[in-house]
T-cell receptor, first 115, second 111 residues
Framework: DTAVSQTPKYLVTQMGNDKSIKCEQNLGHDTMYWYKQDSKKFLKIMFSYNNKELIINETVPNRFSPKSPDKAHLNLHINSLELGDSAVYFC??????????????FGPGTRLTVL | GENVEQHPSTLSVQEGDSAVIKCTYSDSASNYFPWYKQELGKGPQLIIDIRSNVGEKKDQRIAVTLNKTAKHFSLHITETQPEDSAVYFCAAYYLLGRLYFGRGTQLTVWP
């Protein structure tokens, strides 16, 4: 069974469009994350939600809006797509830890290409 | 925030040799240091981790060392195999789930 799943796996779109990426986890975790991996493989955290509440927003442009309908799902909606948004987006999940780290499990990624 | 530096960016070794990847971090508040392996077309997967109150940890062919004073930590892979070829990331855990990654090391193991 897939622990963290993302759809779609590939997304090709034109500049200026709006698109969404969906993520689901079946691990029973209460915290979910979005990461962006650029063309040089640099992996950077974007957002984190704990029990549907936003707890991390790492200075991401307002065009990116995460939404968590329940603690098993975290979707990412991107408005007015730009060339620089082209990247691989990873969803991850874990049990919440304030000062204690709990392993983050990553999904397979969504490769977004903006033309 | 935390800044994690990772070296080298690429590493090629012969099968059976050892591989060492080194990382430094900037914030002494970081207390947990996981290492992730990312195979082509897949998401990162945890391979080993170390907490700040431990100096060394080993799991079969993989070991990690931590020097808190110098803010250095390293991954050691012995008896490398072709299936070890992947991108390896070090990371430092800050607060509230903030995981800061190094820029990755592309490890290639030649048969």
């Amino acid at each position: 069974d897939t622990a963290v799943s993302q759809t779609p796996k590939y997304l090709v779109t034109q500049m200026g469009n709006d698109k969404s990426i969906k993520c689901e986890q079946n691990l029973g975790h209460d915290t979910m994350y979005w990461y962006k991996q650029d063309s040089k493989k640099f992996l950077k955290i974007m957002f984190s939600y704990n029990n549907k509440e936003l707890i991390i927003n790492e200075t991401v442009p307002n065009r990116f809006s995460p939404k968590s309908p329940d603690k098993a799902h975290l979707n990412l909606h991107i408005n007015s797509l730009e060339l620089g948004d082209s990247a691989v987006y990873f969803c991850a999940s874990s049990q919440f830890g304030d000062t204690i780290y709990n392993e983050q499990f990553f999904g397979p990624g969504t490769r977004l290409t903006v033309l | 925030g935390e800044n994690v530096e990772q070296h080298p960016s690429t590493l090629s070794v012969q099968e059976g040799d050892s591989a060492v990847i080194k990382c430094t971090y900037s914030d002494s508040a970081s207390n947990y240091f996981p290492w992730y392996k990312q195979e082509l077309g897949k998401g990162p997967q945890l391979i080993i981790d170390i907490r700040s109150n431990v100096g060394e940890k080993k799991d079969q062919r993989i070991a990690v060392t931590l020097n808190k004073t110098a803010k250095h930590f390293s991954l050691h892979i012995t008896e490398t195999q072709p299936e070890d070829s992947a991108v390896y990331f070090c990371a430092a855990y800050y607060l509230l789930g903030r995981l800061y990654f190094g820029r990755g090391t592309q490890l290639t193991v030649w048969p």
